[in-house]
């Protein structure tokens, strides 16, 4: 659409007191394809033209000139609608896009610019719970997302690997721990040994001080403490790198918490030579109340660092190693208040890359049996959820295509796929209640439903005798051929909104929407049996359709089977 939307800019500039960057931030997608393929609202030149808007609208669709891009340019109310010429769009797109295959959608406006992204983040010596799906599919959505616009992305999993739980930990395993159980499936161990101690600790109080007393031996670099500590942290790496590995995700950077220790007392130091500490009640912190925000606490009492602390330290590496056009942290939304502390301190400190700094927040998952804890083990394992999931697929499979000789692996792709287009499909700011028959449904908008209209389309060229063969798009100019283009050509636009929103579901509406055009489309319109030149250019349309969804599929990190 970007030729079209820069001829607009074209016929405009020459006839309103608005510069280029002006008319394409006013120009929009009419909710109706029968208003148009863009609209140009003329509601800000009615002060400047003193006159209506529908009036400013009338004149121009009398006075712009004729363009070979548009059929028609018409004014509706304060609306002025272009229609674009119909031959023109269904060749430029659909060749465009068997052209270019997986780099379809995909701009270059981030070139030589860096975006980090914090994401995951789990904690040490835990299960993967489901409540860490959140963080890790948005931010994997996303890093994929700014990729296809060119920016260079760094995908950061800052590992929740210090703490006075760590404390608990070694005392847990000191007391309790079994050496055959640790290497037989060490993280389940962890897990044990943790929930224990909080159950022991309720009835003997000396163990929160023995635990205290532990990681004061970690900080001071105690021998055992430190071995043990360094054996949870890699035992439990190897554990999620596994899990990761089952949901395609990877990361440039492992970069927990403990990477920054020995840069924390010169983090400190310079906020205080920034004059921002002050001292309340032995704990120093940064006073935000001009900001209208608690304290931004630095130091404990005790003399112990927090995480903003930890977070300013780590927002000043990355800055000084990236030079980053954009730092995200998708992180819950429960954690507002600890980033707007840390992004004012950060600008406090003189910082003006501090406001490129940015929280992404989502909802929580909440389950119907009520709030997930890992201290009393009412945890629900990602893996119990992934492997639920791929059974499930796999039942619905042999029912539906018994012979279907790799059900293992597409059974795999579907089931995963589910999940995560289910947590992707909702807006992030939302919470998700987490049900199984609502996860596991395979009908409706969910990622099954665009994988098998892909797999469909992907049936369908199989039986497609001499395809792919020439073709003429320019046919393609019925209105429900025509619906399916428009979407089409709307890619790019679609990656650039969700990336400016954060959001991956503006992606997974997307592809739930070229599925579902697409399934009309082929209800209404013969294929395999058209007439020869109309055949060819309906096979290309739908082979159009195919790559979109996979392209789309992929940002989300989900696969396209060619079968189900």
Same mark, same amino acid.
């Given at each position: 659409m970007?030729?079209?939307?820069?001829? #607009?800019? =074209?016929?405009?500039?020459?006839?309103?007191?608005?510069?280029?960057?002006q008319?394409a931030a006013?120009?929009?997608?009419?909710p109706?394809p029968?208003?148009?393929?863009?609209?140009?609202?003329?509601?800000?030149?009615?002060?400047?033209l003193r006159k209506?808007?529908?009036? #400013?609208a009338?004149?121009?669709?009398?006075?712009?000139?004729?363009?070979e891009?548009?059929a028609r340019i018409?004014?509706?109310?304060?609306?002025?609608?272009?229609?674009?010429?119909r031959?023109?769009?269904?060749?430029m797109?659909?060749?465009?896009?068997?052209q270019?295959?997986?780099?379809?959608g995909?701009t270059?406006?981030?070139?030589? +610019?860096? $975006?980090?992204?914090?994401?995951?983040?789990?904690?040490?010596?835990?299960?993967?719970?489901?409540?860490?799906?959140?963080?890790?599919?948005?931010?994997h959505?996303l890093?994929?997302?700014?990729q296809?616009?060119?920016?260079?992305?760094?995908?950061?999993?800052?590992?929740?690997?210090?703490?006075?739980?760590f404390?608990?930990?070694?005392?847990?395993?000191?007391?309790w721990?079994?050496?055959?159980?640790?290497? +037989?499936?060490?993280?389940?161990?962890?897990?044990?040994?943790?929930?224990?101690?909080?159950?022991e600790?309720?009835?003997?109080?000396?163990? /929160?001080?023995?635990a205290?007393?532990?990681?004061?031996?970690?900080e001071?670099?105690d021998?055992? !403490?430190?071995?043990?500590?360094?054996?949870?942290?890699?035992?439990?790496?190897e554990? @999620?790198?596994r899990i990761?590995?089952?949901?395609?995700?990877e990361f440039d950077?492992y970069?927990?918490?403990?990477?920054?220790n020995?840069m924390? /007392?010169d983090?400190?130091?310079m906020?205080?030579? &920034?004059g921002?500490?002050?001292?309340?009640?032995?704990?120093l $912190?940064? /006073?935000?109340s001009a900001?209208?925000?608690?304290?931004?606490?630095?130091?404990k009492?005790?003399? !112990?660092?927090?995480?903003?602390t930890?977070?300013?330290?780590? !927002? #000043?590496?990355?800055?000084?190693?990236?030079?980053?056009?954009?730092?995200?942290?998708?992180?819950g939304?429960?954690?507002?208040?600890?980033?707007?502390?840390?992004? *004012?301190?950060?600008k406090?400190?003189?910082?003006?890359? &501090?406001?490129r700094?940015?929280?992404?927040?989502?909802?929580l998952?909440?389950?119907?049996e009520?709030?997930?804890? *890992?201290?009393?083990g009412?945890l629900?394992?990602?893996? /119990?959820?992934?492997? =639920?999931?791929?059974?499930?697929?796999?039942?619905i499979?042999?029912?539906k295509?018994?012979?279907l000789e790799n059900?293992d692996?597409v059974a795999?792709q579907v089931?995963i796929?589910?999940?995560?287009?289910?947590?992707?499909s909702?807006?992030?700011?939302?919470?998700?209640?987490?049900d199984?028959?609502?996860?596991?449904?395979f009908?409706?908008?969910?990622?099954p439903?665009?994988?098998?209209?892909?797999?469909?389309i992907?049936?369908?060229?199989?039986?497609?005798?001499?395809?792919p063969?020439?073709y003429?798009?320019?046919?393609l *100019?019925?209105?429900?051929?025509?619906?399916?283009?428009?979407?089409?050509?709307? @890619?790019?636009?679609m990656?650039?909104?969700?990336?400016a929103?954060n +959001?991956?579901?503006? #992606?997974?509406?997307y592809?739930?929407?070229? &599925?579902?055009?697409?399934?009309? @489309?082929?209800?209404q319109?013969?294929v395999?049996?058209?007439?020869?030149e109309?055949?060819?250019?309906?096979?290309?349309?739908?082979?159009a359709?195919?790559?979109v969804?996979v392209?789309?599929?992929?940002?989300l990190?989900?696969? &396209?089977?060619?079968?189900?």
């Amino acid at each position: 659409m970007q030729m079209f939307r820069e001829e #607009i800019i =074209r016929l405009l500039e020459a006839n309103v007191p608005l510069d280029t960057e002006q008319i394409a931030a006013e120009l929009e997608t009419p909710p109706n394809p029968q208003m148009g393929d863009f609209a140009f609202p003329c509601f800000k030149l009615a002060k400047t033209l003193r006159k209506s808007p529908a009036a #400013i609208a009338a004149e121009l669709a009398e006075k712009l000139p004729e363009s070979e891009l548009f059929a028609r340019i018409e004014a509706k109310g304060p609306y002025l609608n272009f229609f674009c010429e119909r031959k023109k769009l269904a060749q430029m797109t659909v060749e465009s896009i068997l052209q270019q295959k997986e780099q379809y959608g995909r701009t270059g406006i981030g070139k030589d +610019k860096t $975006i980090v992204i914090d994401f995951s983040a789990p904690n040490i010596a835990k299960p993967f719970g489901v409540g860490h799906l959140r963080s890790t599919v948005i931010g994997h959505a996303l890093y994929r997302i700014y990729q296809a616009l060119g920016y260079r992305c760094v995908g950061i999993n800052h590992l929740g690997d210090w703490g006075t739980q760590f404390g608990k930990l070694i005392v847990a395993y000191r007391m309790w721990g079994n050496e055959e159980l640790l290497e +037989k499936n060490a993280i389940n161990h962890l897990y044990e040994l943790y929930v224990r101690f909080h159950s022991e600790a309720e009835n003997r109080p000396e163990l /929160d001080d023995e635990a205290r007393a532990w990681f004061k031996k970690l900080e001071d670099d105690d021998s055992e !403490a430190y071995a043990l500590w360094q054996r949870f942290r890699q035992l439990s790496l190897e554990e @999620f790198k596994r899990i990761y590995a089952i949901l395609g995700v990877e990361f440039d950077s492992y970069q927990g918490e403990s990477y920054y220790n020995e840069m924390l /007392d010169d983090t400190v130091k310079m906020v205080e030579e &920034a004059g921002l500490v002050s001292q309340s009640e032995g704990a120093l $912190i940064v /006073d935000l109340s001009a900001e209208e925000m608690p304290p931004c606490l630095l130091r404990k009492q005790d003399g !112990a660092t927090l995480y903003a602390t930890r977070d300013l330290c780590a !927002a #000043i590496y990355r800055y000084q190693k990236y030079k980053f056009e954009k730092a995200l942290y998708v992180v819950g939304a429960d954690q507002a208040l600890h980033f707007q502390q840390v992004f *004012t301190v950060l600008k406090k400190m003189g910082y003006d890359w &501090a406001e490129r700094c940015l929280h992404v927040p989502f909802g929580l998952i909440r389950f119907k049996e009520g709030k997930m804890s *890992t201290r009393k083990g009412t945890l629900v394992l990602l893996e /119990d959820v992934l492997d =639920r999931a791929t059974e499930l697929a796999k039942e619905i499979i042999q029912e539906k295509n018994p012979t279907l000789e790799n059900k293992d692996e597409v059974a795999r792709q579907v089931g995963i796929g589910a999940v995560i287009f289910g947590d992707l499909s909702n807006d992030r700011i939302k919470n998700i209640e987490f049900d199984w028959d609502k996860v596991l449904d395979f009908s409706g908008e969910t990622a099954p439903y665009v994988q098998y209209a892909h797999a469909r389309i992907c049936s369908i060229l199989r039986k497609a005798e001499g395809w792919p063969a020439a073709y003429d798009a320019s046919l393609l *100019t019925g209105d429900e051929e025509q619906a399916v283009i428009g979407l089409l050509a709307r @890619f790019t636009d679609m990656i650039i909104r969700a990336a400016a929103a954060n +959001k991956p579901s503006v #992606i997974a509406r997307y592809v739930v929407d070229v &599925a579902a055009e697409f399934n009309k @489309f082929y209800h209404q319109c013969p294929v395999l049996q058209a007439e020869p030149e109309l055949r060819n250019a309906r096979l290309a349309l739908i082979d159009a359709v195919r790559q979109v969804l996979v392209n789309g599929l992929w940002l989300l990190g989900i696969a &396209a089977p060619e079968e189900m």
